[in-house]
């Protein structure tokens, strides 16, 4: 028998303009980008956004077909509203200590 256990995780999704802003300025020089949008952090921003629903949308997809649980796909986004950062900033925090190999002798 399959259990369906439902719990409320608060989820943070982060879009980081300023990275996109410079990433649009640099096609600028061969023409791939229009002059009008330089220095345009507000499409930066939009951009941004479109690219979390994009993504989104094809993550839902595959949940959609069971191919993974939502676990799998939002987890590193579980927000700690108390210590405001998401599970993947924590795992960072401790250069996500005790899940990669140290070296070659742990492996089996």
Known sequence: ???N???NVTKKLIV???N???ATIKPLGNGALPRRLRGDMDHARRVGWRIIKDWTDSQMAILETQMVKI???FL???YDMQNQETFYEKLEKKKFQGLLLQNNSEVS
């Open 5 to 7: 256990i439902k719990i």
């Open 16 to 18: 980081k303009p300023e």
């Open 76 to 78: 590193p986004y579980a």
């Open 71 to 73: 676990q799998e796909i």
């Open 1 to 3: 028998m399959t259990e």
């Open 20 to 22: 996109l802003f410079v």
